[in-house]
């Protein structure tokens, strides 16, 4: 699995200019592939008419979500399902927008694609039927 490693300055920590925390340290903040596949899969999900995951035997909240991280930059690919009925290209649009949007605020990696393949369609949701008296 790898990993991201970003430099980030902590300021302060245990409190201004007292014990460890005085002036500026420098850490490492490191985040997973696998951080990022879930961030972005849970993302998806939240986008009305679309499922992620290749079936029901897959495990974990990542399946169908392809990272690349290439320095601070990720690409992202992602496999999903849509409902009948809906308009697949505007359904992207949207998966990549909500995509891009989470991992940027979550992560502050910059995105530099998020590219939705449509791997199945499911069946349209039943109406509830009438009810009679």
């Given at each position: ?11 302060g ?12 340290a ?31 035997r ?76």
């Amino acid at each position: 699995m790898s990993r991201l490693g970003l430099e980030m300055e902590v300021q302060g920590f245990w409190g201004q200019g007292q014990g460890r925390g005085r002036g500026r340290a420098r850490g490492q903040v490191e985040i997973a592939e696998e951080v990022i596949r879930t961030i972005a899969a849970l993302a998806a999900a939240e986008v009305e008419g679309v499922s992620l995951g290749p079936g029901r035997r897959s495990r974990g909240r990542g399946k169908g979500v392809e990272v690349e991280l290439a320095g601070e930059a990720v690409r992202i690919g992602l496999k999903v399902r849509a409902r009948y009925g809906l308009r697949l290209p505007e359904l992207g649009r949207l998966v990549q927008e909500r995509v891009k949007r989470e991992v940027e605020e979550l992560t502050g990696l910059k995105v530099s694609a998020v590219d939705v393949q449509f791997d199945r369609l499911e069946p349209p949701l039943a109406e509830p039927e009438a009810e009679t008296r």
